[in-house]
């Protein structure tokens, strides 16, 4: 059983799970040529970390309604899962094998992501992950997404873990920002942005085989312990 104050760890879902960047570029795609609407900069939507409404309003910049954004969102997501559903997904490598290591040290685990609850739900159970997570958090399940720290912040209440307490696994920069905004150290994975692109996190790492949890861990007590202190220790570096 694993004790609160042994930390705990919140995932984010696309790009740090499962690879999937791929995936919603396409899916985003073909809806996109089926309506008439421009896609630019296809390869930055996939792995952007936002809402498929926000994608919508905000970078796409669609000429729709809400209502309509909503149904076109509906439409990509559906398309997204059916691919899913027909051939699979791949994990992040390392990421069976951290989420394995963590298990064993009693380490408690959950998801926090701004995807739809379909897409959490089926990507967990496309990787047989499901009973690993005991709290997932999905970007309906909050009022705000990120980079507020609202989905963060209830998946540590839903761990029962104190936020100071918890690390992120994020390859956003909009995650990184939600996770600190949270009070919560993170760990920025390459797989979707450049180092730069990601330079506010703690951390980073080109996906999981480099990481080991009681190390992470250990780091982040330190950084707070050091931030109690005063001494301007900075939890900050690179593999």
């Not at 396409?26 to 896609?39: D, I, L, M």
């Not at 998946?155 to 873990?161: I, K, R, S």
């Amino acid at each position: 059983m694993a004790h609160p104050q042994a930390g705990a760890f919140i995932f984010d879902l696309d790009g740090v799970i499962v690879d999937s960047n791929g995936l919603h570029v396409a899916s985003w795609q073909v809806v996109a040529e089926r309506h008439g609407f421009a896609c630019p900069h296809p390869e930055y939507i996939g792995k952007c970390g936002l809402r498929t409404r926000a994608v919508i309003r905000e970078l796409l910049r669609w000429p729709v309604s809400e209502e309509e954004a909503d149904r076109l969102g509906l439409e990509k997501e559906e398309l997204y899962r059916e691919w899913i559903r027909r051939d699979g997904i791949r994990p992040i490598p390392g990421v069976l094998d951290f989420l394995a290591a963590a298990r064993q040290l009693g380490i408690l685990c959950a998801v926090g992501s701004s995807a739809p609850r379909e897409n959490v739900d089926l990507c967990l159970q496309a990787l047989a992950l499901t009973a690993w997570f005991p709290v997932t958090i999905s970007g309906a399940d909050v009022q705000r997404g990120k980079p507020a720290p609202d989905i963060f912040l209830q998946a540590a209440a839903g761990l029962g873990v104190p936020p100071a307490q918890c690390v992120v696994f994020e390859d956003a920069p909009a995650g990184i920002a939600a996770a600190h905004a949270a009070g919560m150290k993170a760990i920025g994975i390459l797989s979707s942005h450049t180092r730069d692109e990601l330079a506010g996190a703690e951390r980073l790492a080109p996906d999981f085989t480099s990481l080991q949890p009681a190390a992470v861990l250990a780091l982040a007590a330190a950084a707070r312990h050091s931030a109690a202190a005063g001494s301007g220790l900075q939890f900050h570096f690179q593999p």
